[in-house]
């Protein structure tokens, strides 16, 4: 979505530095409040792309799923599209969850099979994600008044996109009417197996659960 809209790049300081500034709902603990605010950050809505930016994507149109019709551009088939970086903030936040575990989970993660396989998956996309995009930001080291040795100072200016602007544009350009669990598989499509190792969670957990069947 972003190569299709002109994000200004501004300066920002990054207040990672304990108790020194910054906007403090993000490392806050769980309230009403924060929960408001991490759901305005991690809205994962759909969008259409075309067959062209799927194959700009190295990706194979012929299993994507195509949206309906009436999201067709200029009379050509979109098909269904999430933007990564709310992706990637949905798993910060799921990590923020589980650090706060009882708050979030008070009756426990059982009636989830798949809590420790998401928090792994979660794990794994912001590694990919801050390996990939890389930091040339550095950080320096101070004298403070009540320690002998060198402290850091992680408070470091960066270049970043403005990310109310992506919050507004992906709101303008987002479907919002339709989500992927209101869309069935037809008959005849081409298809791509599941891994194997979500098929033997969905299996260990029918075992238990019989009814248990997240596909449908």
């Not at 910060?92 to 993660?109: C, E, F, M």
């Not at 303008?172 to 009417?177: H, N």
Request: aromatic share 12%; charged share 25%.
């Amino acid at each position: 979505m972003h190569y299709r809209i002109e994000i200004p790049l501004v300066p920002r300081k990054s207040y990672a530095q304990y108790g020194m500034g910054g906007p403090e709902i993000w490392r806050a603990e769980p309230s009403e409040e924060v929960d408001k605010a991490w759901e305005r950050v991690t809205a994962e809505y759909l969008f259409p792309v075309k067959e062209s930016d799927i194959k700009a994507m190295r990706k194979d149109p012929s299993v994507v799923v195509p949206m309906p019709d009436k999201y067709k551009i200029d009379g050509e088939t979109t098909y269904m599209a999430k933007s990564a970086v709310f992706h990637n903030i949905h798993c910060l936040d799921y990590l923020r969850k589980a650090v706060y575990y009882d708050h979030y989970y008070p009756n426990g993660t059982d009636d989830n099979p798949f809590h420790a396989d998401h928090t792994s998956h979660c794990i794994m996309i912001l590694f990919e994600h801050l390996t990939c995009s890389g930091d040339p930001g550095v950080y320096l080291y101070r004298w403070m008044d009540e320690f002998s040795r060198p402290i850091a100072d992680t408070n470091i200016w960066r270049q970043c996109w403005d990310f109310e602007t992506v919050l507004e544009e992906h709101g303008e350009k987002a479907v919002k009417d339709i989500t992927e669990v209101d869309v069935r598989k037809p008959h005849g499509v081409k298809v791509v197996s599941a891994p194997d190792s979500v098929m033997n969670i969905i299996r260990n957990y029918q075992k238990t659960h019989p009814d248990y069947n997240p596909g449908q």
